[in-house]
């Protein structure tokens, strides 16, 4: 306690409460680009901590950090396009809340919900970092392959209506995931070399939500009058305060033990965050519609999740997320070497970095709760405008990934799949957890089967992959009887047309749209 003492004393001076706040601002200024999530914004703007003390870098660092995470839920709520997969479900309910005019509300529980599991989760780091450890690497692949197929699972077979499309979205995802050279053989590169390393799910998720909505919006656009979104209340209701704090907390819960673990980064738990409030929600009508459950809990989960990370970060020096390899390579440049002997080695260092952790998510509450009506004035700008930005900052976003032109053809290819999917009715959730966990799951399944010399039993002989696969089945079993129980659903004409072009990515729709 002494030693975090030490480390707020440091990161409230004059000089790096300021550092802080221009972290923030930085943070937040280019996380709300389309495309450029946390890693990236992190790693374009590193090379501004490397000018200043050791001290005021990490301070400025840790703010930078925290405002790029807000940044990417900005702009999945206003825009429908994630600045990367771990803000993937908050555009499904984010986005739903801006066009019903309560862009503001879903900002606003975005940013507490950000403060709650960030604090919750920032102070779990600096109560178990130091003994964290011998925890995790009692985890082995058979683990992370279990919690992995429970997240494609549940978003599969749990959510929606229409198993069938689920199956096939999710059957899209991991083609796209398998594309390329990781087990040493080519897999659908077609002979080109830069489909080697595979496809960058920031290009997929990018072209998926924002460039298949700015097309299918294009399509539609003759068909309905121009229409100019509200900004709406600019504060949250007594009722939505009520329905936030216990998906804050439950989606807390779920993100941070999540997040310590090399099992998705930050998806999985945002994804099966998402999934339990829908399942608990007194509102279930409202998902899909915007309920703001699906904006509070994977809030929640993601800003969590980041704690659990730095927790595997700084306690075994094990980055679970390419946020936090950018994190570690930022670390090693302060000079500390992340790892079991960091908290004795440098506790000043350590413990500062903890105290501004805490210093920058207040920072980004208190500056960027005021700013959500601000914000949402966004949507107020003309719909041929604002799908021209967004095409043009998506394009920028997915050609800074690697560089290549060859990105730009990707994100039209998938662009034109994501409008399919919306004629048809097929949702985008598990297309998206297909492309990010595929390469994580093989990759498991891969390292279990080797060490135990192609056992198959392996994959079930530990406590916590045996607990997930008894909770598959509970759940199998219910949706089975749940489905004998209900009577069949009239299928809808599959030439009909939409029924609402204002609402072009109602990812959850599960019957064809009328």
């Known amino acids: 306690m002494e030693l975090l003492l030490e480390g707020f004393q440091s990161a409230l001076t004059p000089t790096n409460l300021l550092f802080a706040v221009i972290g923030v601002l930085l943070g937040t200024s280019v996380g709300v680009l389309p495309g450029i999530g946390p890693a990236m914004t992190v790693a374009m703007l590193l090379p501004v901590t490397y000018s200043v003390?050791?001290?005021?870098?990490?301070?400025?660092?840790?703010?930078?950090?925290?405002?790029?995470?807000?940044?990417?839920?900005?702009?999945?709520?206003?825009?429908?396009?994630?600045?990367?997969?771990?803000?993937?479900?908050?555009?499904?309910?984010?986005?739903?809340?801006?066009?019903?005019?309560?862009?503001?509300?879903?900002?606003?529980?975005?940013?507490?919900?950000?403060?709650?599991?960030?604090?919750?989760?920032?102070?779990?780091?600096?109560?178990?970092?130091?003994?964290?450890?011998?925890?995790?690497?009692?985890?082995?692949a058979p683990s992370y392959f279990a919690i992995m197929l429970l997240a494609l699972f549940m978003v599969t077979a749990v959510l929606g209506a229409s198993k069938l499309r689920g199956f096939i979205s999710l059957f899209l995802?991991?083609?796209?995931?398998?594309?390329?050279?990781?087990?040493?053989?080519?897999?659908?590169?077609?002979?080109?070399?830069?489909?080697?390393?595979?496809?960058?799910?920031?290009?997929?998720?990018?072209?998926?939500?924002?460039?298949?909505?700015?097309?299918?919006?294009?399509?539609?656009?003759?068909?309905?009058?121009?229409?100019?979104?509200?900004?709406?209340?600019?504060?949250?209701?007594?009722?939505?305060?009520?329905?936030?704090?216990?998906?804050?907390?439950r989606g807390t819960a779920l993100g941070y033990p999540l997040g310590a673990v090399p099992a998705g980064g930050a998806e999985t738990?945002?994804?099966?965050?998402?999934?339990?409030?829908?399942?608990?929600?007194?509102?279930?009508?409202?998902?899909?519609?915007?309920?703001?459950?699906?904006?509070?809990?994977?809030?929640?989960?993601?800003?969590?999740?980041?704690?659990?990370?730095?927790?595997?970060?700084?306690?075994?020096g094990l980055p679970t997320t390419a946020t936090a390899a950018v994190m570690l390579l930022a670390l090693r440049g302060y000079g500390l070497q992340p790892g079991p002997q960091l908290f004795d080695a440098e506790p000043e260092l350590v413990w500062t970095l903890i105290a501004s952790l805490f210093v920058a998510n207040a920072l980004l509450l208190v500056?960027?709760?005021?700013?959500?009506?601000?914000?949402?004035?966004?949507?107020?700008?003309?719909?041929?405008?604002?799908?021209?930005?967004?095409?043009?900052?998506?394009?920028?976003?997915?050609?800074?990934?690697?560089?290549?032109?060859?990105?730009?053809?990707?994100?039209?290819?998938?662009?034109?799949?994501?409008?399919?999917?919306r004629r048809f009715a097929l949702p985008v959730l598990p297309l998206i957890i297909g492309v990010i966990l595929g390469p994580e799951l093989e990759e498991q399944v891969t390292t279990a089967l080797t060490i135990s010399q192609g056992d198959v039993s392996t994959l079930w002989s530990e406590p916590v992959a045996i607990v997930v696969y008894a909770l598959m089945v509970v759940l199998l079993l219910l949706m089975v009887l749940t489905g004998l129980r209900k009577p069949p659903a009239t299928a809808a004409p599959t030439g009909s047309e939409p029924s609402d072009p204002s609402e072009p990515s109602d990812i959850e729709k599960q019957e064809v749209p009328r």
Do not use: C
């Not at 919006?217 to 704090?245: F, N, Q, T």
């Not at 965050?273 to 007194?282: N, V």
């Open 367 to 421: 500056i960027n709760l005021p700013m959500a009506p601000i914000w949402a004035k966004l949507l107020q700008i003309p719909r041929p405008y604002l799908y021209a930005g967004i095409l043009f900052f998506a394009s920028l976003g997915a050609y800074s990934v690697n560089f290549e032109a060859f990105d730009l053809g990707l994100l039209l290819a998938f662009g034109l799949l994501g409008l399919t999917m």
């Open 53 to 140: 003390g050791v001290d005021s870098a990490i301070i400025m660092f840790a703010g930078i950090y925290y405002g790029g995470m807000y940044g990417g839920s900005t702009t999945s709520i206003l825009l429908n396009t994630p600045g990367e997969s771990s803000s993937v479900v908050t555009a499904i309910e984010g986005n739903k809340m801006a066009k019903r005019g309560r862009a503001a509300q879903a900002l606003a529980t975005a940013a507490i919900g950000s403060f709650v599991a960030g604090t919750i989760g920032t102070a779990l780091l600096a109560l178990l970092a130091p003994t964290v450890a011998d925890v995790v690497v009692k985890l082995g």
């Open 173 to 249: 995802g991991l083609t796209i995931a398998i594309v390329g050279t990781a087990t040493g053989q080519a897999r659908l590169t077609f002979g080109q070399p830069l489909l080697a390393d595979g496809i960058d799910v920031v290009v997929v998720a990018v072209a998926i939500f924002a460039i298949g909505e700015a097309l299918w919006v294009a399509a539609h656009l003759r068909r309905k009058p121009l229409e100019v979104i509200p900004v709406g209340r600019p504060w949250m209701s007594k009722a939505d305060w009520g329905r936030s704090w216990k998906p804050w907390l």
């Open 269 to 316: 738990p945002t994804f099966l965050s998402y999934i339990t409030e829908r399942k608990l929600s007194k509102h279930p009508e409202e998902f899909g519609k915007g309920a703001i459950e699906g904006v509070a809990g994977p809030e929640a989960a993601n800003n969590a999740s980041a704690a659990g990370t730095l927790t595997a970060l700084l306690a075994i």
